[in-house]
């Protein structure tokens, strides 16, 4: 490896469990609830959030154990990232699986974890919990996941 080159820059495959973690930016789009249309298969965004998600943070508050919560969880990982069609479009496991820079705002490039936040890219100020939701229907949002 290039010693040159900002892990967040190689291959996904090439990354180890930290830099793997390390990459995710905290946005917390990818533990919001979706409807999946029946008929058609489109997925349509909800702002109802898993109940496990410190919304403010954009983190899970009990990642370590979040499968004996949340059985349908998805552990993303290398080989199913590409799948995985519901993902946010800035999702940065995303982006490299296609060979495509971090944002701007991204922790790893701006040096901060609240930039997230600050160009609206995350889940804080407009979720709520799945524990207050009820229908996801009444929940739909036009926002561009």
């Known amino acids: 490896m290039d010693r040159l080159t900002p892990f967040w820059e190689l291959p996904l495959a090439r990354l ?3 830099q793997w973690e390390a990459l995710c930016d905290g946005c917390g789009k990818c533990c919001l609830h979706k409807v999946e249309d029946a008929d058609s298969g489109d997925i349509y965004a909800t702002n109802v959030a ?3 998600l ?3 943070q954009g983190r899970c508050s009990d990642y370590r154990h ?3 919560y949340v059985a349908e969880c998805v552990r993303l990982n290398a080989g199913n990232v590409d799948e995985i069609a519901w993902l946010p479009v800035t999702c940065a496991y995303r982006l490299r699986a296609a060979g495509e820079p971090l944002p701007d705002w991204h922790y790893l490039i701006s040096g ?4 997230v ?3 609206g890219e995350s889940t804080r100020g407009w979720t709520i919990s799945e524990d207050m939701a009820g229908d996801l229907e009444h929940h ?3 926002r561009i996941l």
């Open 117 to 119: 936040h600050e160009a």
């Open 16 to 18: 180890d469990r930290a």
């Open 140 to 142: 739909m949002v036009d």
């Open 66 to 68: 979040r499968h004996a």
């Open 54 to 56: 410190d919304r403010d």
């Open 112 to 115: 901060s974890r609240e930039s």
């Open 50 to 52: 898993c109940r496990l």
